[in-house]
């Protein structure tokens, strides 16, 4: 019997899969991991569908995903795949599904935003030490964002919100570079949509913000290489600042799409949708005074990765 498990995370930007070994002394290991930027959200977020050409796209990535279990010999019962914003949203999100299943032989399950969450602690406490004061995750998608306010312990409170990067861009017109208008308009926008999450930081006061997820690993890649600093391949928690962070800020607001991609450790497939997901992050640790900025190498796969051990250990 195979010792290892997979997963599957069918992002609005973004399709993983994670592969992870079981063992005996630890938790798991991962072993092989790859990404595909899919997009499935361009086009129709905005209106509640997934275009052909977005559909296309995911079947071509879970062929893939698909050919890559095999050569890992992980049966079916060892594999978990779920779809997030996109998916939930789209009204032919289901037959898209369907279609997966039948093409691929992959079963895909739309978990609600509130899941999600749950397994983005996961992921998070597997990487980050926590302590027993109250820290707010951030987990910043195409399609939803995830708040979780929790400590070492237990999750105090959790929401998912429909204010991901890709849905910002579409339904607010973002220039390029982006005016003092977007960006009035955005943080408007935050207040408004941001209560029931400024309701529970004014009530636990959190000091510490952890960014779990795409976005934030691209500001941490950008903060290394930019100020030299050496990081273990291995390590789980990855190295950024508010300074830095705030840094980052002003140079992407002031430049267009080329001039970002030129910035050493930008990638191509998230060029577009960082600026309004840097004022996200911005109008968060401003609103709510937060101190300090941690990045979690691991997310929503990673927990389900955990989720998985427990049900095969």
């Not at 991962?30 to 559909?55: D, L």
Request: aromatic share 8%; proline share 4%.
């Amino acid at each position: 019997m195979s010792n290892y498990v997979a997963t599957i995370d069918l992002g609005t930007n973004t399709f993983h899969i994670l592969i992870a070994e079981l063992l005996r002394d630890k938790p798991f290991k991962i072993i092989y991991h790859q990404r595909i930027p899919v997009m499935i959200g361009r086009g129709g977020i905005n209106q509640g569908v997934i275009t052909p050409e977005a559909a296309d796209r995911a079947i071509s990535a879970l062929t893939s995903f698909r050919d890559t279990l095999l050569s890992y010999q992980i049966p079916n019962e060892r594999v978990y795949c779920t779809a997030t914003s996109a998916f939930r949203n789209a009204r032919n999100g289901r037959n898209l599904v369907s279609r997966i299943k039948q093409e691929t032989g992959i079963e895909v399950n739309i978990i609600p935003g509130d899941q999600e969450a749950a397994y983005i602690f996961h992921g998070v406490r597997e990487a980050v030490p926590l302590s027993d004061q109250s820290a707010l995750i951030m987990d910043i998608g195409g399609g939803s964002v995830e708040f979780i306010l929790c400590n070492q312990d237990q999750v105090l409170w959790k929401q998912s919100f429909e204010i991901g990067a890709q849905r910002l861009l579409d339904r607010f017109n973002i220039q390029d570079p982006i005016t003092q208008a977007n960006i009035n308009t955005l943080q408007q926008y935050f207040s408004e949509t941001l209560q029931p999450l400024s309701a529970i930081v004014e009530q636990y006061r959190p000091q510490v913000l952890i960014g779990a997820s795409g976005t934030f690993d691209t500001l941490s890649d950008i903060h290394i290489l930019e100020n030299n600093v050496i990081v273990d391949k291995s390590a789980t928690e990855l190295p950024l600042t508010i300074a830095a962070f705030e840094q980052m800020l002003e140079d992407f607001s002031g430049m267009n799409r080329q001039q970002r991609l030129e910035i050493p450790g930008m990638i191509e497939m998230r060029v577009d949708m960082i600026v309004v997901a840097a004022w996200l992050i911005q109008f968060v640790v401003n609103t709510y005074q937060l101190q300090d900025i941690r990045v979690s190498a691991y997310a929503l796969k990673e927990g389900l990765v955990a989720q998985l051990v427990e049900q095969f250990s």
